[in-house]
């Protein structure tokens, strides 16, 4: 049973990622385990070389100190460290992969702060009538307008369309 938890998915097996991800760079770098140990103890993380070569076995559980210790001596960030070595060992995808994560956490905070306002927009509109039609076509021409900005910096002008587009709509 552990085996096929451990192939199912290799994200879920954080510190054998680590032990795993230790040795890759450790090797990449060429260091042997007493160097290492050396750079660990060097900034302020005593190890001796016994403890990395069972920590890259196994045979010894990684800390949080430890793995942070092995993050600043290689120079990497802690998630990348308890990456999937397969992923981690390439530096670049491990960076996009944080850079993809980070931007639909924004989406999802930006979509929680959109509905919120929506919310506060339709409560407030639901008691002053007089002013809804108005309002709901200023709301849905700002966000026609935002969405046309977006659209013509990432594709440009439509097939067809020449020239700066705002000045046919300023006429």
């Not at 990449?28 to 302020?44: C, K, P, V, Y």
């Not at 008691?127 to 849905?140: F, G, K, L, N, T």
């Not at 021409?141 to 046919?168: F, Q, V």
């Amino acid at each position: 049973m552990a085996e096929e938890e451990l192939s199912e998915g290799v994200l879920l097996s954080g510190e054998a990622n680590v032990a795993t991800r230790i040795r890759v760079e450790r090797e990449a770098r060429g260091w042997s385990t007493n160097a290492l140990s050396d750079r660990l103890n060097e900034a302020g993380f005593e190890m001796n070389p016994s403890a990395v070569w069972r920590i890259e076995n196994g045979k010894r559980r990684i800390n949080l100190d430890d793995a942070i210790g092995f993050a600043e001596v290689f120079g990497i960030d802690l998630r990348n460290l308890a990456g999937p070595p397969q992923l981690a060992a390439k530096a670049r995808a491990m960076e996009l992969i944080d850079e993809v994560v980070d931007a639909f956490r924004a989406t999802q905070r930006a979509n929680a702060a959109f509905t919120e306002a929506r919310d506060a927009f339709d409560a407030y509109l639901a008691e002053h009538h007089d002013i809804r039609e108005e309002a709901e076509v200023m709301v849905s021409n700002a966000i026609a307008e935002e969405t046309n900005k977006h659209l013509m910096k990432a594709y440009g002008p439509p097939p067809g369309e020449h020239g700066d587009s705002s000045s046919a709509t300023e006429a």
